[in-house]
């Protein structure tokens, strides 16, 4: 008589790694990632202007958190302190490193959230201005000879 064997439970399935959105420094940086700007930093010049002010003009640095904070931008040019990225609406604009934080976004993430966005974007104007000209020209069809 053989021994009965102990029952080996089902193993559990396993979740997906999370990855978290990273600080970068800039020199960590390279063409491809996927960045979100964290929090941008300002310079205002404050000058006295009340009647008991006597102290002279000074520059104060305020850091504020840009509405689009979680989008991904993809980096697709490097020239220290400045990068080029792509937006999610496919246009590319330039971020001075002196005055934004960024945060490095996982690749997988970038891609998704990317793909996401645009799938959301409602259409361009110049596809909605194609289409009124097609049904406008498509009412004048057989009014030429008159």
């Known amino acids: 008589m ?9 193993p559990l399935p ?3 790694a999370v990855e ?9 940086l390279r063409v491809g990632d996927y960045v979100t700007v964290a929090h941008t930093h300002y310079q205002v010049l404050l000058i006295p202007d009340g009647p008991g002010e006597h102290h002279a003009p000074r520059v104060e640095r305020l850091t504020a958190r840009p509405r689009e904070t979680g989008r991904p931008r993809k980096v ?3 020239a220290l302190p400045y990068l080029l990225v792509e937006l999610i609406n496919g246009k590319h604009t330039t971020l001075d490193l002196r005055a934004h934080a960024l945060l490095k976004l996982p690749h ?20 909605k201005k194609s289409r009124k000209r097609k049904k406008h020209h498509k009412g004048r069809k057989g009014k030429k000879g008159r």
Do not use: S
């Not at 053989?2 to 089902?10: D, I, L, M, T």
């Open 2 to 10: 053989q021994a009965a064997r102990p029952v080996q439970p089902e």
């Open 108 to 127: 997988a993430y970038g891609q998704l959230a990317t793909k996401r966005f645009k799938a959301n974007r409602p259409p361009k104007d110049d596809d």
């Open 76 to 78: 697709v040019g490097i």
């Open 20 to 28: 978290a959105a990273r600080p970068v420094a800039a020199e960590d």
């Open 14 to 16: 396993v979740a997906p």
